[in-house]
């Protein structure tokens, strides 16, 4: 009898302790995810941010050539942001494609040069410009430039 009259107490202090502690879990689990989603908005700001940094640049191929083994490509900023690397894509007379990085500044309204490795014999050339903003690349794809029928020099 003494044991059942010490023991009427428990049930209110083990009912506390469990809504303390799922309250805690609770509020750690919307902690997590008010964090990851606030880092993913201001993710996806920033990356809308540096979309529209494309509207100003224009890359355009003033001219190429070919040799053996390269492709001699010189290209023109035509707009008011340099442009830090460009991917070219050179498409054979077969329809074969490579894709190509060249890291070289394109200074705003200069041009730069580029000797490019190739395999086959190379009718078309793309070229995409892409910038390095706060150690991010961004690349334009949308700003692609085409030159078709590329001579040999």
């Known amino acids: 009898m003494k044991n059942e009259i010490g023991r009427k107490g428990d049930s209110v202090w083990i009912s506390w302790v469990m809504i303390t502690v799922f309250m805690i879990g609770l509020g750690a689990f919307i902690y997590a995810w008010s964090a990851s989603y606030a880092r993913e908005s201001a993710q996806n700001v920033e990356d809308r941010a540096y979309r529209q940094e494309c509207d100003s640049v224009a890359i355009n191929i003033v001219d190429a050539c070919q040799r053996n083994s390269s492709v001699d490509i010189t290209i023109a900023n035509t707009k008011d942001t340099n442009v830090d690397k460009v991917i070219f894509n050179l498409f054979d007379i077969f329809g074969g494609a490579e894709s190509r990085e060249q890291v070289l500044s394109v200074p705003t309204g200069g041009q ?26 961004i690349v334009c794809s949308e700003k692609e430039a085409e030159y078709s029928g590329v001579r040999y020099c």
């Open 112 to 137: 730069s040069a580029f000797r490019v490795l190739k395999q086959g014999t190379i009718s078309t050339i793309k070229a995409v410009p892409a910038m390095n903003k706060k150690g991010r690349w």
